[in-house]
C-alpha cells in the first residue's frame, strides 16, 4: 500500500481511515522562529564566495573528505564518475556499513558524467561532483523513499526536497539513499530493512535515527550525508560512529519534502567526517538563502581562530549518567580548547530534567497526531515506535500545551547563562555504542537502558533550537568512539564549526577508521 493522499498544510492529524503521505506534513509555520530573522535574508548562497578546496589528496578517494575530493577534481587527479563507481563498489562489497546504503538513486551517474564535463570546461559549481547520502525520510526525485516503514510501500518521490535540490543546485549528487529507523522513531531493528550495525563493532549499534548516514561515512561508503534530528539523530550515530554532524539552529534547513516525527522539533542537517566538510557544504543547504552566516562560514573556513572565546563547561546534567572515560576525554578536549586560548568558565546551574521531559511529551504527542490513525495496522509498526505512539495518545491536551510552554522557559534558561559565554562544552553521549543484544548502553560497568541515556545530552537542543556540533573526542574502554557536543547561541552555527575545526586541527580522532575498513 502506498500512502498518497496528503494532509492539509497545517492540520497535521488525518482524518480517520484516510491514507497520508508523511513527506507533506513538515509545515515550518508550526516552528519558533527565534533569532532567525537576524541571521537570514534572501540571499543567493551560491553568491558567498568560498576559499577554494587546495587540501592534497592523501588517501585512497573513498576515504577522502568534501575539501580533499574538491581539490583533487581541481587538479585533475580524479573525475566525479570515477568516484562515483568506487563508492559504488566498495558499497556493494561493504563488510562494514553495508546495511546503511538501502538504494541508489537512479540519475546518479549522469550527474557525475555531467560533472566531468562541468569540471573539465571549467564551469565548476562551488560543490562539483561531490555524491552524498539522503536519509530515507528526505526526498530525492524519481527515487523510492519509504521512511523505513511498510505503510509507505514502493512510494517514488516526484521532486526533491528543496535540501536536496539546493545541494544539487551547487553541483552535489544525491547517489545513495540511506537507512533509518521506522519514521525515524523506531527500534534498531527496523521491520522493513533490518538493523544497521556499527562499522566499528556489529555487536554494537549505529546510534539513531540517522543510522544509515552515520554508518556510511564511518564505512567510508560517501563523504557527506543528511540526516534529520528531533532527540538527537544526528548527533547520536556521529558520536557512536566517530563522525561529526551538525543539528542546525532551528529552521536554517527546510523541513520541505522530509517526514515528519514531530513538526515542532524536527531538524534536518548535513553529516560528514569533519567540521571543515561540513563549514563547505552549510552555505548551500540553508532555508532563504546564505546571509550573514554564510558569510561568517566562508570566513572560518579562511582563518577563524578561536583565541579569547568564552567556552561554558557545565556543572550538572551533562556531566552524569557518563562514564569516566568518556569524562576523561571531554576533560582532556577541554584543555585542547584552553591550549588555543580559549577561557573555560562554568556554565551557570540549569534544572535540565523537566526540560528533557518536556521534550519528550512533545515528540510523543505529535508523532502519536500523525500515526494514529494507522493503529487498526499496529502489527506492521516497529516496536520502539509503537510504544512511543501509545505514550503520545495517553497525554492530555494540558500535558502537550504545558509542555510547549516549557520550550520558550528553556531557551530563556539557556540564553540567561550564556549570556557572558559564547559557547558550551559537553560531553557527547554517556558511553560508547551501545549492545544491541539487550539494547543497553555501559556506564561505569552497568548497563542501562538506550531510553536513559541516548537522547539525555541532545533532546534539550532540540527543544531549544540551538545549533549543537557532534564531534569524535577519542575511545573509549573498548576502544570505541565518544564525541563532545559544542553547543552555539541562536544562529551561533558558524562558531560552532569554527571551534570544531580548530579542534580537529590538533587532534586525529576524526580520522578514526573501522577495523576492518583500513586503506
Not at 235 to 253: D, H
Request: charged share 20%.
Amino acid at each position: 500500500m502506498t500512502a498518497t493522499q496528503p494532509a492539509s498544510v497545517g492540520n497535521p492529524r488525518p482524518a480517520a481511515g484516510i491514507n497520508f503521505d508523511p513527506m507533506t506534513l513538515a509545515d515550518p509555520t508550526h516552528v519558533d522562529r527565534v533569532h532567525r530573522d537576524a541571521v537570514l535574508s534572501e540571499v543567493d548562497p551560491a553568491s558567498v564566495a568560498l576559499p577554494p578546496a587546495r587540501a592534497p589528496l592523501k588517501n585512497h578517494p573513498v576515504a577522502a573528505g568534501v575539501t580533499e575530493l574538491l581539490s583533487a577534481y581541481s587538479s585533475g587527479s580524479l573525475q566525479p564518475s570515477q568516484l562515483l563507481d568506487q563508492l559504488k563498489a566498495r558499497i556493494e562489497a561493504a563488510r562494514t556499513g553495508g546495511e546503511a546504503v538501502l538504494r541508489f538513486a537512479p540519475d546518479a551517474e549522469q550527474a557525475a558524467r555531467e560533472s566531468d564535463r562541468r569540471i573539465a570546461e571549467g564551469r565548476a559549481r562551488p560543490l562539483e561532483g561531490i555524491p552524498f547520502g539522503v536519509k530515507d525520510i528526505i526526498d530525492v526525485a524519481g527515487t523510492m523513499v519509504t521512511s523505513g516503514s511498510h505503510f509507505t510501500g514502493d512510494r517514488v518521490a516526484a521532486v526533491d526536497a528543496p535540501v536536496v535540490a539546493a545541494l544539487r543546485a551547487a553541483g552535489a549528487i544525491p547517489f545513495a539513499i540511506t537507512a533509518t529507523t521506522e519514521f525515524a522513531t523506531g527500534s534498531p531493528d527496523n521491520p522493513r530493512y533490518g538493523t544497521v550495525t556499527n562499522p566499528h563493532d556489529r555487536r554494537r549499534w549505529t546510534g539513531g535515527s540517522s543510522t544509515g548516514s552515520g554508518a556510511a561515512l564511518a564505512a567510508r561508503l560517501m563523504p557527506l550525508a543528511l540526516g534529520t534530528d528531533t532527540g538527537g539523530s544526528i548527533r547520536v550515530p556521529s558520536c557512536w560512529c566517530g563522525t561529526t554532524g551538525l543539528k542546525p539552529s532551528r529552521e536554517l534547513i527546510s523541513r520541505q519534502g522530509v517526514a515528519p516525527l514531530s513538526w515542532t522539533l524536527d531538524h534536518v542537517g548535513p553529516m560528514a567526517r569533519s567540521a571543515e566538510d561540513i563549514a563547505r557544504v552549510l552555505p548551500f543547504m540553508l532555508h532563504g538563502g546564505g546571509g550573514r552566516l554564510a558569510s561568517e562560514i566562508a570566513a572560518l573556513l579562511t582563518n577563524g581562530p578561536v583565541r579569547s572565546l568564552r567556552l561554558g563547561v557545565p556543572v550538572n546534567w551533562f556531566t552524569e549518567k557518563v562514564d569516566q572515560r568518556v569524562l576523561a576525554n571531554w576533560q582532556a578536549a577541554l584543555g585542547q580548547f584552553e591550549a588555543l586560548g580559549c577561557q573555560l568558565v562554568p556554565l551557570p546551574r540549569i534544572e535540565v530534567e523537566p526540560l528533557h521531559e518536556a521534550g519528550w511529551v512533545i515528540l510523543q504527542s505529535e508523532l502519536a497526531s500523525l500515526h494514529a490513525a494507522r493503529l487498526d495496522r499496529a502489527e506492521l509498526f516497529d516496536p520502539g515506535l509503537l510504544h512511543r505512539l501509545k505514550n503520545g495518545l495517553g497525554y492530555s491536551a494540558r500535558d502537550y500545551g504545558e509542555a510547549l510552554q516549557r520550550r520558550t522557559e528553556a531557551l530563556e534558561a539557556f540564553l540567561t547563562a550564556m549570556r557572558d559565554i559564547d559557547a558550551v562544552i559537553t560531553p557527547g553521549l554517556g558511553g560508547e555504542a551501545g549492545h544491541l543484544d539487550d539494547l543497553t548502553v555501559d556506564i561505569d560497568g552497568e548497563r542501562h537502558a538506550f531510553q536513559t541515556v541516548i537522547s539525555r545530552n541532545t533532546m534539550i537542543f532540540d527543544v531549544t533550537g540551538l545549533p549543537a556540533l557532534m564531534v569524535p573526542s577519542g575511545v573509549g574502554s573498548t576502544g570505541l568512539p565518544t564525541g563532545i557536543q559544542i553547543v552555539g547561541h541562536p544562529g551561533g552555527d558558524a562558531l560552532c564549526l569554527r571551534l570544531g575545526k580548530a579542534f580537529q586541527e590538533v587532534t586525529d580522532f576524526h580520522r578514526m577508521m573501522p577495523p576492518e575498513d583500513a586503506l
